[in-house]
């Protein structure tokens, strides 16, 4: 966050832009890129991810996200952790869970379509109220097309999880969304039996919009590659989606 207010965001605006991905901190860079500038960025892979001798297909679609105009991704079919920090040799993950993602009101079936946006929760709820999120401002610029929040969080606990989301809608950042995706939280834990489940229903469920959680998005890997700005549509099946993104002027 100290870089924000030594980057000149007119200039960044007038020269050609380029591409930035990553995920957890690095979400100041890219939520700020796409809200105050209307430059495409990517909540995906980090650099670290393809040092390995093995390199996952989730994260070589970074690549594909950032050289062509559209791109089309599925659910993993399992879900795992970093197999070692320290030993490159082998694969990056260990994929070992089924992967399933949920309906927070149980309806087997979503289709959701709306200009993509988001990023990690632990970052986007201390940058709001500067000028660094123009949220609302966005949000007018592209109000027709609705808005798919993108979300994942690390190191929060339910109810830090709850109070940000609890902010971000009290502040209108909500406002023309057409349905969240929420990802596998990382360092997780309940608070004294206040689930997540209980924290995207008390955040999210007056919003009377779809909510998808347990999904591809952030720090518990395998993760699909976000890019906020782009038009997408999610079609939600039964525990499994497909996800395509369009870069949509």
């Not at 609890?166 to 209108?172: H, R, S, V």
């Not at 919009?209 to 079609?235: E, L, S, T």
Request: charged share 20%; glycine share 10%; hydrophobic share 40%.
């Amino acid at each position: 966050m100290d870089m924000l207010p030594h980057l000149d965001f007119s200039r960044l605006t007038e020269i050609p832009p380029k591409w930035i991905c990553g995920y957890s901190d690095i979400t100041t860079l890219t939520f700020a890129l796409t809200v105050c500038c209307d430059i495409a960025t990517v909540h995906g892979s980090n650099f670290m991810n393809m040092g390995y001798a093995t390199i996952h297909e989730s994260d070589l679609a970074a690549f594909e996200a950032m050289a062509k105009p559209e791109i089309t991704q599925r659910n993993s079919d399992y879900w795992g952790k970093f197999a070692s920090w320290d030993d490159t040799t082998k694969s990056a993950y260990a994929l070992t869970e089924k992967t399933v993602w949920k309906s927070l009101d149980g309806k087997s079936n979503h289709i959701l379509e709306g200009r993509m946006i988001g990023g990690c929760l632990d970052v986007l709820c201390k940058l709001l109220g500067t000028r660094f999120a123009p949220v609302p401002a966005f949000l007018e610029r592209y109000k027709s097309d609705g808005f798919i929040w993108t979300l994942e969080s690390c190191e929060m606990s339910a109810a830090d999880i709850y109070r940000s989301l609890w902010q971000m809608c009290e502040c209108g950042w909500f406002q023309y969304c057409v349905g969240v995706l929420f990802g596998r939280p990382d360092g997780y834990s309940d608070t004294y039996g206040f689930t997540l489940t209980d924290a995207l229903e008390s955040g999210l469920g007056g919003l009377g919009v779809p909510v998808i959680y347990d999904v591809d998005i952030g720090h518990v890997p395998p993760q699909i590659q976000i890019i906020n700005g782009a038009y997408g549509k999610i079609d939600y099946n039964d525990g499994s989606a497909t996800i395509w993104q369009e870069m949509k002027v």
